[in-house]
């Protein structure tokens, strides 16, 4: 079955760090592209970062910009997000995403590009 499955969030002060990994199956890590999104309370779904698998081409929205990593180890079928100076306003369910659209690295990173979706990672920073 279809597994993609996040670990790392928690609770931080603001100007600290945290680190999330996506875990999936190698089917889901065969897609062309690995999303982090985000989703605060009463907000639209964002897309925060994403990596092409294929050759490690990242892409990053502008408010995480200088922030945020994401990474990927192909052997241990992971993606990561390494989450720098954290604020309140990054505060939000983070979920990792698959699309296997062979030009996603061309798209935008939009939740409707994306068509397996892990079940989310709390991050509350204050």
């Known amino acids: 079955h279809v597994q993609l499955v996040e670990s790392g969030g928690g609770s931080v002060q603001a100007g600290g760090s945290l680190r999330l990994s996506c875990k999936a199956n190698?089917?889901?890590?065969?897609?062309?592209?690995m999303g982090w999104f985000r989703q605060a309370p009463g907000k639209e779904r964002e897309g925060v970062a994403r990596?092409?698998?294929?050759?490690?081409?990242?892409y990053y929205a502008d408010s995480v910009k200088g922030r945020y990593t994401i990474s990927q180890d192909n052997a241990k079928n992971t993606a990561y997000l390494q989450m720098n100076s954290l604020q309140p306003e990054d505060t939000a369910v983070y979920y990792c995403?698959?699309?296997?659209?062979?030009?996603?690295?061309?798209?935008?990173?939009?939740?409707?590009?994306?068509?397996?979706w892990g079940q989310g990672t709390q991050v509350t920073v204050s």
């Open positions: 995403a698959a699309s296997r659209k062979i030009d996603c690295r061309l798209r935008p990173i939009a939740p409707h590009e994306y068509g397996y």
């Open positions: 990596i092409y698998t294929g050759s490690g081409n990242t």
């Open positions: 190698g089917k889901i890590f065969s897609s062309n592209c």
